[in-house]
């Protein structure tokens, strides 16, 4: 048995489906030993086809936010890159002064109110 089946617990599930079936065979008229060995890798298949369901999810989860991931980055990524592209426009761009200021007299104007 592989360390990733010892981590995921089948050597306790394997130990508790044996236990089940020394019961089983101690309390069956006919506990013949095929009987016994029978029930062990029954089990012992269920234990494994529950490990590799849940890792098959495990890998699928994965793989699925893996991808929101980098399509999460590729949405940063163009959006850093509009803003620079902004950026960059603007300061490019001369301001226009559009904003009414004070009043608009001529300097001559000015000059007369100011005696």
Sequence with gaps: MGAQERKEGAVRRAGVRQKQASWHQTFC??????????????????????????????????????????????????????????????SHVQPQDTSPGPMSQSPAATADHSS
């Excluded at 009987?35 to 298949?45: F, P, S, T």
């Design 29 to 90: 008229v006919l506990g013949y030993l095929t009987q016994n060995v029978e029930l062990i890798m029954q089990a012992v298949g269920v234990a494994e086809d529950n490990i590799f369901r849940k890792r098959k999810e495990d890998d699928e989860s994965f793989e699925r936010r893996m991808k929101e991931k980098k399509k999460r980055m590729k949405m940063d990524q163009r959006k850093h890159h509009q803003r620079s592209c902004l950026h960059q426009e603007q």
